[in-house]
């Protein structure tokens, strides 16, 4: 918790996450601006009840454990289907009332009754600054024990389950900063009252776009379009919308920005991570001749980092190590979020699940969906085939060979670029203006589905 006597005269709001996975500390790592920097963790800060760890740990443990086990095969699939179950997302059509609370609302706020989150609210409502967080949970603290200040919750997926909403959405004073268009419709079936819902867009870090003007983001992007189009057929069939949206053209590849990178993540469980060694595997050879770079995000996790390390040297790949197989190390998760936006200035090409790191297509970045894990993320992948700002993979084992041709033919490039101008890019500026109260320079957001 952090010493009031020192933070209360510099910051503008208290910045709630939760630090289960990475998305949404993610989110509030791109808005410590309101917060000088410091994000509070609702369920692990200097002072947290022991009862309040032990119900937070256990839902974390759990999560992450069925996680894991999804790609074993029958017992991983049904572990998760259950937990997805849980926490599903309704059909959105034909629209109707879902405004009831289902099982997971009613299980969290008796868990709130019988004391969860109070000890954080009364220790932030000494200095009620504007509370914006991004999970729901800790909104629902906020309201339930009376916090005096403003109450924001922001959204971190393409559409969201019932569980976002309170238990009487239509009497709450919790005000929703919505990721994109589905959230604001889906809000309303939820009964959240439509004054109380604000299309912002996910908030992207600062420094990758630059402000309103987008300044950094274009230089990049103008970069990457040249790496991504090395025979010029997008630039072609674009040029006069490509010189009115980022000026002249500067390709020139003798003097590429950066090599053709690609980056894999992975998910704070750590699922996935194989896919990551396969990809290695299937690029070995271009990698070795120094045709493309990959970085491997493996997260705030040592044993992921030491794995990526081991596979690379038994693919004979360990000159190639820091260089043109990146495999970061990270100091802290704050720190994990800051390395992350470095790598992704010089990523032409983001390798994923559909988490809530779909929404970096509109930054530019040409997305690889690996496979969805939960509802939430099959939501995503099809909201990023819906902008055009990525494709599912294909099989990762002939990578060189299928990547190669979707580069060549230009339509990684168009996948940037269709990101670029379809997916909400200015979400944090958008939520930093409205958290304090000021007229906003960046123009409404697009109702876009």
Request: charged share 25%.
């Amino acid at each position: 918790m952090p010493n009031h006597s020192h933070t209360h005269s510099k910051q503008q709001a208290w910045i709630i996450d939760v630090n289960m996975g990475y998305g949404h500390s993610r989110a509030a790592y791109a808005l410590k601006d309101l917060s000088k920097g410091q994000v509070i963790s609702a369920n692990d800060y200097d002072g947290i009840p022991e009862e309040d760890m032990k119900l937070w740990n256990e839902s974390r443990k759990i999560y992450e454990a069925i996680s894991r086990m999804k790609p074993i095969p029958v017992i991983g699939n049904y572990l998760f289907e259950a937990l997805d179950y849980w926490q599903q997302i309704e059909k959105f059509y034909p629209r109707r009332d879902l405004s009831k609370p289902n099982i997971q609302v009613r299980q969290i706020f008796q868990m709130i009754k019988k004391g969860l989150g109070k000890h954080l609210i009364e220790q932030l409502s000494e200095n009620p600054l504007p509370f914006v967080t991004t999970f729901f949970i800790p909104a629902f603290f906020a309201e339930y024990y009376n916090y005096p200040g403003d109450i924001w919750c922001v959204t971190t997926d393409a559409d969201i389950s019932r569980a976002w909403a309170p238990m009487d959405p239509k009497r709450s004073r919790i005000k929703y900063l919505a990721s994109n268009g589905r959230v604001v419709e889906r809000l309303k079936l939820y009964g959240v009252p439509a004054e109380n819902i604000f299309a912002t867009g996910f908030p992207l870090p600062k420094e990758l776009i630059g402000g309103p003007n987008s300044k950094i983001l274009k230089d990049l992007l103008t970069h990457r379009l040249c790496n991504l189009d090395p025979n010029g057929i997008f630039h072609n069939r674009y040029a006069d919308i490509l010189k009115a949206k980022l000026g002249a053209a500067r390709c020139k590849t003798e003097s590429a920005a950066h090599p053709l990178t690609v980056t894999y993540s992975v998910g704070g469980a750590g699922a996935q991570r194989a896919l990551g060694v396969k990809i290695m595997k299937s690029l070995k050879a271009k990698i070795a001749r120094h045709e493309i770079r990959l970085n491997l995000m493996a997260g705030f996790r040592k044993d992921a980092i030491d794995y990526y390390r081991s596979a690379a040297i038994k693919l004979g790949l360990e000159n190639e190590l820091g260089t043109w197989i990146n495999v970061p190390e990270h100091e802290s998760r704050a720190s994990y979020f800051s390395d992350y936006n470095q790598v992704l200035k010089t990523t032409d090409i983001l390798w994923t699940k559909p988490s809530e790191m779909s929404f970096y297509c509109g930054l530019g970045i040409a997305l690889i969906m690996a496979p969805p894990i939960g509802s939430q993320e099959e939501f995503n992948r099809i909201w990023v085939g819906y902008v055009g700002g990525g494709v599912p993979m294909n099989d990762p084992r002939y990578t060189d060979e299928w990547l190669e041709d979707w580069i060549e033919s230009g339509g990684v490039a168009r996948m940037a670029y269709n990101g670029y101008i379809e997916a909400p890019t200015h979400g944090t500026y958008r939520i930093e203006d409205l958290v304090l109260g000021r007229k906003s320079e960046i123009q409404p957001l697009p109702l876009i589905v």
